[in-house]
């Protein structure tokens, strides 16, 4: 059972550059969402899913688009890299409300 | 929307002694409250939660929390804590369809 997986682990981006973060789940979990970890913040939500085909905006959406085609896949895409989006950014899954399970997060760095 | 605050950003505290992390939130309407802890590096992992019932929950690793619907607040304790209970904890609270986060205390035991 692998959990929620994320890939990269690392990436250096240029400005201006896009790329796409990936998450997979395996635990048929109904929610999935986006969060960017920066210092002295927390956690802020990007964008969440509540099925296939449903997405909405969380606290920080722009500058980034996701699409969630099927239940184990929320990809996420910088569509033009900001060195702003340099964070630490990790994937969660959930089943209805029950707290949920997070990846190992991805460090990305935009210079 | 709902917020989280946590009202201390940096604990200190020598082992073996006791430690309260505070948590406080606003929501209109009902809300599932969690702690999760990060070690460097590394994701977040699931402490305890309250969904309803009990207003005392208890965790894993010997931490505990109260759930205080009339202050808002969900406290996390531990009566004696470990050099290896040195992390970064985040109260977070669900009320809708999203998960949002306080900016997280970061717990440093001392020998």
């Known amino acids: 059972n692998a959990g929620v997986t994320q890939t990269p682990k690392f990436q250096v981006l240029k400005t201006g550059q896009s790329m796409t973060l990936q998450c997979a789940q395996d635990?048929?979990?109904?929610?999935m969402s986006w969060y960017r970890q920066d210092p002295g913040m927390g956690l802020r939500l990007i964008h969440y899913?509540?099925?296939?085909?449903?997405?909405d905006q969380g606290e920080v959406p722009n500058g980034y688009n996701v699409s969630r085609s099927t239940t184990e896949d929320f990809p996420l895409r910088l569509l033009s890299a900001a060195p702003s989006q340099t964070s630490v950014y990790f994937c969660?899954?959930?089943?209805?409300?029950?707290?949920?399970?997070f990846g190992s997060g991805t460090r990305l760095t935009v210079v | 929307a709902q917020s989280v605050t946590q009202l201390d950003s940096q604990v200190p505290v020598f082992e073996e002694a006791p430690v309260e992390l505070r948590c406080n939130y606003s929501?209109?309407?009902?809300?599932?409250l969690f702690w999760y802890v990060q070690y460097p590096n590394q994701g977040l992992q699931l402490l305890l939660k309250?969904?309803?019932?009990?207003?005392l929950v208890k965790g894993i690793n010997g931490f505990e929390a109260e759930f205080n619907k009339s202050q808002t607040s969900f406290h996390l304790r531990k009566p004696s804590v470990h050099i290896s209970d040195t992390a970064e904890y985040f109260c977070?609270?669900?009320?809708?369809?999203?998960?949002?986060f306080g900016a997280g205390t970061r717990l440093t035991v001392k020998p």
């Open positions: 969660a899954s959930s089943r209805l409300r029950d707290g949920y399970t």
């Open positions: 635990m048929n979990h109904e929610y």
């Open positions: 899913s509540v099925g296939a085909g449903i997405t």
């Open positions: 929501s209109s309407v009902s809300v599932y």
């Open positions: 309250y969904l309803s019932g009990s207003t």
């Open positions: 977070a609270v669900i009320s809708n369809n999203d998960m949002r």
